[in-house]
Nanobody, 116 residues
Framework: QVQLVESGGGLVQAGGSLRLSCAASGSIFSINVMQWYRQPPGKQREWVALITRDGSTNYADSAKGRFTLSRDNAKNTVYLQMNSLKPEDTAVYYC??????????WGQGTQVTVSS
């Protein structure tokens, strides 16, 4: 089992920044990739970004140039730095970790609200 705990969400004005954290615990040996998804109000959940164990990253077009994903393997934590936030970034942000053993783990989500 893997437990994921997100933190760092909140209310910010457009143009502002937030940093989300996702701390992993448990059977983290089975996790090579960690991802962020988000679910805007009334919409489906969408993929935002991923980071591999060696630090390679990939981003959705909506995040490129504004969001940066990093990880601290010693702390088993990944960070999503979000800059130049827009009202359309308002969503519940979820951390996701697909296990090599075939199961996907999710955090409880953290609310990000960007006011115009």
């Amino acid at each position: 089992q893997v437990q994921l705990v997100e933190s760092g969400g909140g209310l910010v004005q457009a143009g502002g920044s937030l940093r989300l954290s996702c701390a992993a615990s448990g059977s983290i040996f089975s996790i090579n990739v960690m991802q962020w998804y988000r679910q805007p109000p009334g919409k489906q959940r969408e993929w935002v970004a991923l980071i591999t164990r060696d630090g390679s990253t990939n981003y959705a077009d909506s995040a490129k140039g504004r969001f940066t994903l990093s990880r601290d393997n010693a702390k088993n934590t990944v960070y999503l730095q979000m800059n130049s936030l827009k009202p359309e970034d308002t969503a519940v942000y979820y951390c996701n970790a697909p296990s090599v053993l075939g199961k996907a783990y999710w955090g409880q989500g953290t609310q990000v609200t960007v006011s115009s």
